[in-house]
Structure formats: C-alpha cells, structure tokens
T-cell receptor
C-alpha cells in the first residue's frame, strides 16, 4: 500500500493568487518528483529532489517552485496563478534510482 | 538518453478479447522496466515490472517480458474485462542531468476502453 498523499484533490482559484500544493510520503523515500499531466495524458517532469535541501528543475519549464526541508514533505508553490497553469499535478516518490515510483492521487488545479 | 515509446490509443476492445500494448525502449545499460496503470481521477500505480533481460513481470492477468534483443516490453492480457478500462504507461528510469539521481520516465500513455 503506497503512503503518499496530495492535498487538495481539487482546487479552483482566481488568477494572480498564490497557492501551494501539498505532497507528503511516509515511506522514508529520498527521491521525490512533481509531474504535470496534460489532457493528452502525457506526464512532464517539472521538479525533483534527491533528498533534504536538494531540488532541481525538470524537463518542462515551470513558473512553480519547490522546497524539501523534510524528507517526507515536498510542496509545490505557484506565486501567481494563471489560466495556463490549469492542469493535473502528480507527486511521486521512489526509494532508489532504478526502482518503482509511488504516486499520490493528484491535484486537479483550475485557474479562472 | 533512456526513453520509451508506446503505441498510441485509444485501444477499443470487447470484453474477453486479447490485449497487446506495444512498448519499445532505448537505454544505456540495463534499466528496470515498468508498466503503470491510471484509473480515471487517480494517480498512477505500478502494474508490473521486470528488472533484467528475459524476466517476465505479471499481475492481475497482465504480463510483459523484458526483451533485450528487440528492446521491447509489450503488455499483454489474454481476456480483458470492463474494469481494465484505464490508461497504461510504459516506463523506465533515466539518469538526471546532473547525474546525481534517476528520473522515472514514461511513455505517452495508451488509453484502453473495454466494452461489455
């Protein structure tokens, strides 16, 4: 049973608002990832972390930022939301380099 | 770099039909290979995996064999059910740009629709 949680599941906010999407895991995994999933289902890596105080930008340019102050917590922040940020955001974690990833249920964000 | 290519969907089948979803990969070294499934409104979950050449992963009637000679990892099921309707992703890990870690990397996903 995967123990990785994302909140909120659904969020509708106005343009210009600051938001934080939460992701927590209780498996002690060092590696954590944020993906943006487009309507065509493809996953795009936007941020990842090797461990505490280590974060890197992913393949898809994103105006979001992340932090990793605790092993279990990997929040993603949008300082000023825009309609182009409307998407599904998936958080994942993994124990090692060549192992399976565990996913949260996702946050569906709509910016109006 | 390491990547996967999988067949485009949607794949539409009748219940009890045979399923194949093709996946090929390019990789340096011998990464583990994975199939994930995503049900509507959910995140991805691991369906099966294979860690080395000629390994067969299996779960819930689904199977896939790690074929090094054809660089393939095709997903098969002998008799699909309506409840198998979902999106299926082939995946492997690739080294990060800095080389300090590995990144799970996914195909574009194949939607499966099973009719009664």
């Amino acid at each position: 049973e995967a123990d990785i949680y994302q909140t909120p599941r659904y969020l509708v906010i106005g343009t210009g608002k600051k938001i934080t999407l939460e992701c927590s895991q209780t498996m002690g995994h060092d590696k954590m990832y944020w993906y943006q999933q487009d309507p065509g289902m493809e996953l795009h890596l936007i941020h990842y972390s090797y461990g505490v105080n280590s974060t890197e930008k992913g393949d898809l340019s994103s105006e979001s930022t992340v932090s990793r102050i605790r092993t279990e917590h990997f929040p993603l922040t949008l300082e000023s939301a825009r309609p182009s940020h409307t998407s599904q955001y998936l958080c994942a974690s993994a124990r090692g380099g060549n192992t399976e990833a565990f996913f949260g249920q996702g946050t569906r964000l709509t910016v109006v | 770099g390491n990547s996967v290519t999988q067949m485009e969907g949607p794949v539409t089948l009748s219940e009890e039909a045979f399923l194949t979803i093709n996946c090929t990969y390019t990789a340096t070294g011998y990464p583990s290979l994975f199939w994930y499934v995503q049900y509507p409104g959910e995140g991805l979950q691991l369906l099966l995996k294979a860690t080395k050449a000629d390994d067969k992963g299996s779960n819930k009637g689904f199977e896939a064999t790690y074929r090094k000679e054809t660089t393939s990892f095709h997903l098969e099921k002998g008799s699909v059910q309506v409840s198998d309707s979902a999106v299926y992703f082939c995946a492997l890990s690739r080294p990060s740009a800095s080389g300090g870690s590995y990144i799970p990397t996914f195909g574009r996903g194949t939607s499966l629709i099973v009719h009664p």
